[in-house]
């Protein structure tokens, strides 16, 4: 687990044999949240034309404007949305797939996408876990495609942009996961934690990470005015967090909230160091392991706030140490729909045909 450079990010980008061409890029799973934000910094997105919309969740209805399902996209794409098929996805008009599908869903159709010689960037975790014994566990499901599992690179871009490049089929880190792990990632690399301590993240998120699908939950009149822990001990994403930071299921405790906002995360977590450090050491190591990742903020004072990333592709980390210098608070603010969902999924495409990592992002 390494942080690329600023060299490394950058180097390769205008050099790849991508790089001017237009990439035509279908949207599977465009009716629900993440589709909405996926087809939001598309639109913007010199260098991609969105060729063809599918819907998993509409499958009765023939095809309709995208505006059906999203308002504020009235005017923005000519094509039609559809029932999800793979035989509606020709690579004659197809580069790239996006899959805001179900987890399941993914599982079936990636197989036969990357078949076609299409390639894929997942927003499911179907492919974030490399153990397929995993997940009947923590997803309730088998994983019947082992050799689809194995070639996948997980896209947290600030650990892995060079097999990312070079990808395939790229699974698009969890929301919570990109949080915990993005604040996580620099101590544990570099051996300032006193694992056997114990790790502690108390995670709240905004409503949104939930999708569009109904639940009573999820009513207005559940989340409003309410802060809910849920998932305790059990969240799916905590396989994808241990499996990322190499961390045992022990020393790691995780708790997600709900918060009654649209959208964002905050992770504060608890830790303690191997041995005493000054706030600002932890600030310098921080920022020079992320000295070659643009939409990584190390804060060299207070802490972060969902406001400060809100409809953005950034985060936000910040620290506070008690006065031995061992004890250690990290706090990390990110976007759910961007930075934890379209906006890292972008950021993949970019570095898989060589755009510049910002675009369509800043």
């Known amino acids: 687990m390494k942080a690329i450079t600023a060299a490394e990010s950058f180097s390769t980008a205008g050099k790849h044999e991508a790089s001017s061409r237009v990439v035509r890029v ?20 010199p260098q991609a034309r969105v060729t063809h919309l599918l819907s998993s969740g ?6 309709f404007p995208i505006e059906d399902s999203h308002p504020s996209l009235r005017g923005k794409f000519s094509a039609p949305c559809q029932p999800l098929s793979v035989e509606a996805l020709p690579p004659s008009e197809v580069d790239m797939v996006f899959l805001a599908t179900p987890h399941q869903t993914a599982l079936e159709i990636a197989p036969r996408l990357l078949e076609r010689n299409l390639r894929v960037v997942d927003l ?11 997940y009947p566990r923590w997803y309730g499901f088998e994983h019947d495609a082992p050799a689809e599992l194995e070639e996948a690179v997980y896209g947290l871009t ?9 990808a ?28 056997n301590a114990g790790v502690i993240s108390d995670s709240k998120s905004g ?5 569009r699908g109904v639940s009573e939950k999820l009513h207005f009149v559940e989340v409003n005015e309410n802060c809910r822990a849920y998932g305790l001990f059990n969240h799916r994403h905590v396989p994808e967090m241990l499996q990322a930071l190499n961390l045992a299921e022990k020393d790691f405790t995780f708790t997600p909230h709900l918060l009654p906002i649209t959208r964002g995360i905050l992770s504060t977590i608890y830790v303690r160091l ?31 706030e969902i406001q400060s990333v809100a409809q953005t592709n950034f985060t936000d980390i910040g620290f506070s140490l008690n006065s031995d210098g061992v004890r250690m608070i990290i706090v990390s603010a990110l976007d759910n729909l961007t930075k934890g969902a379209a906006g890292q999924a972008i950021q993949n495409m970019n570095l898989m045909y060589g ?3 910002g675009t369509a992002l800043t």
């Open 26 to 45: 279908a949207v599977a799973g465009a009716t629900g949240y993440a589709g909405l934000e996926l087809l939001r910094l598309l639109a913007r997105h």
């Open 207 to 211: 409503a949104s990470g939930a999708g």
């Open 355 to 357: 755009f510049a990592e």
């Open 58 to 63: 509409r499958d009765g209805k023939k095809e």
């Open 124 to 134: 499911s975790a179907a492919f974030r876990l490399k153990d397929a014994a995993a």
């Open 168 to 195: 395939r089929l790229v699974a698009n880190p969890g929301c919570y996961a990109t949080s915990v792990i993005l604040a996580l990632a620099p101590a544990v690399e570099r051996g300032l934690l006193d694992i």
């Open 274 to 304: 191997a041995k005493s450090h000054t706030h600002e050491e932890v600030v310098a190591l921080y920022n020079d392991f992320y000295a070659g990742a643009p939409f990584v903020r190390v804060l060299g004072s207070g802490v972060p």
């Open 158 to 166: 600030e650990l892995n942009a060079e097999d990312i490049r070079k």
